[in-house]
Protein backbone atom coordinates (compact mmCIF):
# COMPACT_ATOMS: atom_id res chain seq x y z
CA UNK A 1 0.00 0.00 0.00
CA UNK A 2 2.94 2.53 0.39
CA UNK A 3 4.79 1.73 -2.53
CA UNK A 4 1.41 2.23 -4.35
CA UNK A 5 0.82 5.80 -2.73
CA UNK A 6 4.61 6.26 -3.17
CA UNK A 7 3.84 5.41 -6.90
CA UNK A 8 0.85 7.73 -6.66
CA UNK A 9 2.59 10.95 -5.29
CA UNK A 10 3.25 13.90 -6.98
CA UNK A 11 6.91 13.98 -7.90
CA UNK A 12 6.49 10.62 -9.22
CA UNK A 13 4.19 11.10 -11.52
CA UNK A 14 5.90 14.24 -12.83
CA UNK A 15 9.11 12.12 -12.71
CA UNK A 16 7.20 9.53 -14.40
CA UNK A 17 5.57 11.34 -17.19
CA UNK A 18 6.53 11.31 -20.46
CA UNK A 19 9.18 13.10 -22.39
CA UNK A 20 6.63 15.52 -24.24
CA UNK A 21 4.64 15.98 -21.05
CA UNK A 22 7.64 17.04 -19.06
CA UNK A 23 8.56 19.36 -21.39
CA UNK A 24 5.20 21.01 -21.66
CA UNK A 25 5.16 21.16 -17.64
CA UNK A 26 8.42 23.00 -17.56
CA UNK A 27 7.33 25.15 -20.19
CA UNK A 28 3.86 26.07 -17.71
CA UNK A 29 5.91 26.15 -15.10
CA UNK A 30 8.43 28.87 -17.01
CA UNK A 31 5.51 31.08 -17.53
CA UNK A 32 3.71 31.12 -14.60
CA UNK A 33 7.58 31.92 -12.63
CA UNK A 34 7.87 34.73 -15.15
CA UNK A 35 4.37 35.74 -15.10
CA UNK A 36 4.63 35.85 -10.91
CA UNK A 37 7.98 38.34 -11.27
CA UNK A 38 5.72 40.96 -13.95
CA UNK A 39 2.75 41.05 -11.38
CA UNK A 40 5.11 42.09 -8.74
CA UNK A 41 7.01 44.40 -10.75
CA UNK A 42 3.94 45.24 -12.66
CA UNK A 43 1.67 45.98 -9.19
CA UNK A 44 4.65 48.15 -7.92
CA UNK A 45 5.06 50.29 -10.88
CA UNK A 46 0.86 51.04 -11.02
CA UNK A 47 1.53 52.16 -6.98
CA UNK A 48 4.23 54.19 -7.39
CA UNK A 49 2.84 55.55 -10.27
CA UNK A 50 -0.56 56.29 -8.17
CA UNK A 51 1.24 57.42 -5.37
CA UNK A 52 3.15 60.11 -7.95
CA UNK A 53 0.35 61.42 -9.59
CA UNK A 54 -1.80 62.31 -6.62
CA UNK A 55 1.52 64.06 -4.89
CA UNK A 56 1.78 65.78 -7.79
CA UNK A 57 -1.71 67.10 -8.83
CA UNK A 58 -1.14 68.64 -5.03
CA UNK A 59 1.74 70.21 -5.33
CA UNK A 60 0.07 72.11 -9.53
CA UNK A 61 -3.37 73.00 -7.76
CA UNK A 62 -1.08 74.60 -4.46
CA UNK A 63 -1.54 77.79 -6.77
CA UNK A 64 2.64 77.32 -7.41
CA UNK A 65 3.86 79.45 -9.99
CA UNK A 66 4.05 77.29 -13.68
CA UNK A 67 7.49 78.42 -13.49
CA UNK A 68 8.68 77.65 -10.14
CA UNK A 69 6.94 74.09 -10.18
CA UNK A 70 8.90 73.40 -13.46
CA UNK A 71 12.29 74.34 -12.34
CA UNK A 72 11.71 72.65 -9.28
CA UNK A 73 11.08 69.39 -11.18
CA UNK A 74 13.69 69.85 -13.36
CA UNK A 75 16.16 70.39 -10.23
CA UNK A 76 14.58 67.02 -8.53
CA UNK A 77 12.70 64.84 -11.24
CA UNK A 78 10.44 61.83 -9.75
CA UNK A 79 10.91 59.24 -12.22
CA UNK A 80 7.73 57.36 -11.25
CA UNK A 81 5.48 60.06 -12.18
CA UNK A 82 4.05 60.32 -15.11
CA UNK A 83 2.07 63.59 -14.75
CA UNK A 84 5.42 65.43 -14.01
CA UNK A 85 6.94 63.94 -17.61
CA UNK A 86 3.56 65.70 -19.49
CA UNK A 87 3.32 68.54 -17.19
CA UNK A 88 7.51 69.35 -18.38
CA UNK A 89 6.63 68.36 -22.06
CA UNK A 90 3.83 70.56 -22.65
CA UNK A 91 5.21 73.79 -20.65
CA UNK A 92 8.69 72.88 -21.87
CA UNK A 93 7.25 73.61 -25.07
CA UNK A 94 5.21 76.37 -24.26
CA UNK A 95 7.79 78.35 -22.95
CA UNK A 96 9.80 77.26 -26.22
CA UNK A 97 7.15 78.89 -28.54
CA UNK A 98 6.39 82.08 -26.85
CA UNK A 99 9.93 83.22 -26.80
CA UNK A 100 10.12 83.02 -30.23
CA UNK A 101 9.20 85.64 -32.65
CA UNK A 102 5.33 86.11 -34.60
CA UNK A 103 3.76 82.68 -33.12
CA UNK A 104 0.19 82.97 -32.42
CA UNK A 105 -1.29 81.86 -29.77
CA UNK A 106 -2.94 79.06 -31.36
CA UNK A 107 0.33 77.74 -32.93
CA UNK A 108 1.61 77.65 -28.88
CA UNK A 109 -1.19 75.64 -28.12
CA UNK A 110 -1.33 73.47 -30.95
CA UNK A 111 2.21 72.85 -30.28
CA UNK A 112 1.62 72.33 -26.42
CA UNK A 113 -1.02 69.81 -27.17
CA UNK A 114 1.02 67.88 -29.42
CA UNK A 115 4.21 67.78 -27.07
CA UNK A 116 1.67 66.49 -24.69
CA UNK A 117 -0.12 63.31 -26.52
CA UNK A 118 3.42 62.63 -27.17
CA UNK A 119 4.65 62.35 -23.33
CA UNK A 120 0.80 60.45 -22.42
CA UNK A 121 1.78 57.79 -25.18
CA UNK A 122 5.09 57.29 -23.85
CA UNK A 123 2.97 56.86 -20.23
CA UNK A 124 0.73 54.67 -21.75
CA UNK A 125 3.68 52.11 -23.02
CA UNK A 126 5.00 52.04 -19.86
CA UNK A 127 2.14 51.02 -18.45
CA UNK A 128 0.88 48.43 -20.83
CA UNK A 129 4.63 47.01 -20.50
CA UNK A 130 4.17 43.01 -20.05
CA UNK A 131 0.43 42.76 -20.11
CA UNK A 132 0.89 41.23 -23.71
CA UNK A 133 2.93 38.51 -22.04
CA UNK A 134 -0.13 38.22 -19.31
CA UNK A 135 -3.07 38.06 -21.71
CA UNK A 136 -0.82 35.30 -23.90
CA UNK A 137 0.01 33.18 -20.53
CA UNK A 138 -3.89 33.69 -19.78
CA UNK A 139 -5.27 32.53 -23.09
CA UNK A 140 -3.00 29.82 -24.21
CA UNK A 141 -1.53 27.57 -21.18
CA UNK A 142 -4.90 25.77 -20.51
CA UNK A 143 -4.48 24.90 -24.20
CA UNK A 144 -0.97 24.19 -23.75
CA UNK A 145 -1.97 21.79 -20.14
CA UNK A 146 -4.42 20.04 -22.27
CA UNK A 147 -1.99 19.33 -25.10
CA UNK A 148 -0.33 17.80 -22.56
CA UNK A 149 -3.25 15.95 -21.31
CA UNK A 150 -3.99 14.58 -24.47
CA UNK A 151 -0.84 13.43 -25.00
CA UNK A 152 -0.44 11.45 -21.93
CA UNK A 153 -4.03 9.62 -21.98
CA UNK A 154 -2.99 8.68 -25.96
CA UNK A 155 0.20 6.95 -23.91
CA UNK A 156 -1.85 5.27 -21.15
CA UNK A 157 -4.06 4.12 -23.80
CA UNK A 158 -1.34 2.80 -26.05
CA UNK A 159 0.64 1.26 -23.26
CA UNK A 160 -3.03 -0.30 -21.81
CA UNK A 161 -3.50 -1.96 -25.20
CA UNK A 162 0.31 -3.96 -24.47
CA UNK A 163 -1.11 -5.12 -21.35
CA UNK A 164 -4.25 -8.37 -21.64
CA UNK A 165 -5.97 -7.34 -18.14
CA UNK A 166 -6.62 -4.00 -17.71
CA UNK A 167 -7.29 -2.53 -13.90
CA UNK A 168 -7.37 0.85 -11.84
CA UNK A 169 -4.09 0.50 -10.84
CA UNK A 170 -3.09 0.04 -14.30
CA UNK A 171 -4.86 3.16 -15.61
CA UNK A 172 -4.72 5.61 -12.56
CA UNK A 173 -0.82 6.73 -12.90
CA UNK A 174 -1.26 6.95 -16.39
CA UNK A 175 -4.52 9.38 -16.05
CA UNK A 176 -3.04 11.35 -13.28
CA UNK A 177 -0.23 12.28 -14.58
CA UNK A 178 -1.24 13.50 -17.92
CA UNK A 179 -3.81 15.78 -16.07
CA UNK A 180 -1.41 17.45 -14.22
CA UNK A 181 -0.90 18.93 -16.79
CA UNK A 182 -3.73 20.40 -17.19
CA UNK A 183 -3.53 21.68 -13.81
CA UNK A 184 -0.25 23.10 -14.07
CA UNK A 185 -1.75 25.05 -17.15
CA UNK A 186 -4.43 26.38 -14.84
CA UNK A 187 -2.21 27.71 -12.12
CA UNK A 188 -0.29 29.61 -14.74
CA UNK A 189 -3.43 31.12 -16.64
CA UNK A 190 -5.62 31.82 -13.94
CA UNK A 191 -3.63 34.41 -11.95
CA UNK A 192 -1.95 35.80 -15.56
CA UNK A 193 -5.97 36.24 -16.35
CA UNK A 194 -6.65 38.40 -12.99
CA UNK A 195 -3.67 40.37 -12.99
CA UNK A 196 -4.06 41.44 -16.69
CA UNK A 197 -7.72 42.65 -16.37
CA UNK A 198 -6.85 44.35 -13.06
CA UNK A 199 -3.92 46.03 -14.50
CA UNK A 200 -5.53 47.00 -17.62
CA UNK A 201 -8.39 48.87 -15.07
CA UNK A 202 -5.59 50.37 -13.36
CA UNK A 203 -3.88 51.15 -16.39
CA UNK A 204 -7.00 52.81 -17.68
CA UNK A 205 -7.91 54.68 -14.75
CA UNK A 206 -4.13 56.30 -15.07
CA UNK A 207 -4.14 57.26 -18.94
CA UNK A 208 -8.19 58.78 -17.99
CA UNK A 209 -6.78 61.35 -15.27
CA UNK A 210 -3.33 61.75 -17.01
CA UNK A 211 -5.80 63.18 -19.99
CA UNK A 212 -7.97 65.30 -17.84
CA UNK A 213 -4.81 66.95 -16.34
CA UNK A 214 -3.35 67.28 -19.89
CA UNK A 215 -6.59 69.35 -20.55
CA UNK A 216 -7.30 71.45 -17.79
CA UNK A 217 -3.55 72.45 -17.97
CA UNK A 218 -4.07 73.38 -21.43
CA UNK A 219 -6.73 75.28 -20.40
CA UNK A 220 -4.83 77.02 -17.96
CA UNK A 221 -1.73 78.09 -20.49
CA UNK A 222 -4.67 79.06 -23.06
CA UNK A 223 -5.77 81.73 -20.59
CA UNK A 224 -2.12 82.82 -19.88
CA UNK A 225 -1.42 83.30 -23.74
CA UNK A 226 -4.35 85.09 -25.02
CA UNK A 227 -4.73 87.23 -21.75
CA UNK A 228 -0.51 87.87 -22.49
CA UNK A 229 -1.32 88.42 -25.85
CA UNK A 230 -4.36 91.20 -24.93
Not at 198 to 219: K, N, P, V
Amino acid sequence: MEANVDHMSMWSLISNASLVVQLVMLILVAASVTSWVLIFQHGNMLRAAKRSLDAFEERFWSGIDLSKLYRQIGTTPDPDSGLEQIFRAGFKEFSRLRQQPGVNPDAIMDGVNRAMRVAIAREEEKLEHGLPFLATVGSTSPYVGLFGTVWGIMNSFRGLGQVQQATLATVAPGIAEALIATAIGLFAAIPAVVAYNRFAARGEMLIGRYYTFADEFQAILHRKVHSSDD
